[in-house]
């Protein structure tokens, strides 16, 4: 896909031998309350078209420029070529891409037994990656609420890429923290998503269940030249307050949270975010969630990219390579992004086929309703 030119800047480059990696050490990226963007951000007119003439944010120049320099340096498992693309006919408005190379070479999953796994130091994980795979650090200047809460946050690239600009957004790596989502690393998802000025940057996390394959903390963060259907779905409000949504119309039922900006509103929704990962947690529920720019909860998709919409689903536990399907289901997948791994499947793939994967891997729906009624519970003790 098209990305935002890249930076001329140099300071997240890496020098050219390999051996100065270790001694350029880790470049900080910077950032405070003025280059989060909370609106004002939208697709082109043609939303299909190439997208390196948008605006682009000192956030997007940097990912993209050193991102760039790791594929010519080598340390991807495969080079990322230019995805085919297409939307699906019908409905939804999937948009499947072929990325065969990622099915044959990506890490296999680890043994992974129950959502609540605690980490194993022996296991692959973030503390094992070439120093080259850091792209520079995120760190958020002090700012009232949420200085003392923010974590510094590794942006480090995916060795086998979804998309251009695949990174994972890793907490300290030497803290070995297990695949559970915390309230630090799901503000630095956030904060990255209003630090682009691209509108198909989004952030997702997958649980351990939900299709994780390292147990160490990290959300996922790529760009996509396609909106996706969670963007603008219509949705119902589940409580009086309006904290929590079901979003319609989806393959996928999921729980909408939305926020407008950052600030006061933004903690709100980490706060009801990860109440509701940890009761899925605490009960054994594997999830997913999709970050994205999107409309109001209630409003229509006309009324454009507000703000932000986070999307969580509950789904039945899967472990272990799964290789049954044209796509394995997960935070993407959920979202309407679908990257398939054999050329015939792309061929043949209808959004009829699609949408029975996906649904395969959703719970039933009497644990489906207890998961809402208890996490519509959770929201009405907010602030109690």
């Known amino acids: 896909m098209a990305v935002p030119h890249d930076s001329q800047e140099t300071t997240y480059l890496l020098p050219p031998n390999p051996e100065d ?46 991102w760039k320099q790791r594929v010519e340096l080598g340390l991807f498992r495969y080079r990322l070529e230019d995805l085919q693309t297409q939307i699906l006919p ?34 692959f994980n973030f503390t094992k990656i070439r120093p080259g ?31 251009w600009g695949h990174v994972l957004l890793v907490p300290e790596p030497a803290h070995g923290l297990p695949q559970r989502l915390l309230p630090g690393v799901l503000r630095a998802g956030l904060e990255a998503v209003l630090l682009s000025l691209h509108p198909g940057f989004r952030v997702g996390f997958n649980s351990l269940g939900g299709l994780a394959s390292v147990n160490h903390l990290h959300l996922h963060g790529y760009y996509l030249a396609h909106p996706l259907p969670v963007e603008g779905a219509p949705s119902t409000p589940l409580d009086p307050k309006g904290c929590i949504h079901l979003l319609q119309d989806l393959p996928a039922p999921g729980f909408l949270f939305y926020t407008s900006g950052s600030g006061p509103d933004l903690e709100a929704l980490i706060s009801r975010v990860c109440r509701a990962t940890d009761y899925l947690n605490d009960h054994e529920i594997a999830h997913n969630l999709f970050v994205t720019r999107g409309a109001p ?86 602030g109690l």
């Open 21 to 66: 990696w270790e001694e350029q050490g880790i470049p900080d990226f910077i950032y405070g309350q003025k280059d989060l963007v909370g609106k004002g951000i939208q697709w082109p007119r043609n939303a299909c078209c190439t997208l390196d003439t948008l605006p682009r944010s000192r956030f997007d120049s940097a990912l993209c420029s050193a």
């Open 90 to 123: 019908g409905s939804v408005g999937f948009v499947a891409q072929l990325n065969i190379e990622r099915g044959v070479q990506r890490r296999p999953p680890q043994n992974i037994k129950s959502v609540r796994q605690e980490f194993d130091p022996e296991q």
């Open 297 to 382: 909860p209630g409003q229509a998709s006309s009324s454009g990219l507000t703000g932000i919409r986070v999307i969580l689903w509950a789904r039945k536990s899967s472990f272990g390579i799964k290789e049954s399907g044209a796509f394995n289901v997960a935070l993407c997948e959920l979202a309407g992004h679908l990257p398939v791994k054999t050329s015939q499947d792309f061929g043949s793939l209808t959004e009829a086929a699609a949408v029975t994967l996906i649904q395969d891997c959703l719970l039933p729906q009497t644990q489906a309703d207890e998961v809402q009624a208890a996490l519509v519970a959770l929201m009405a003790q907010e």
């Open 133 to 163: 795979e850091v792209l520079f650090r995120l760190r958020r200047e002090p700012n009232g609420l949420a200085a003392s809460k923010q974590e510094d946050i590794l942006v480090v690239i995916n060795v086998s890429p979804l998309e």
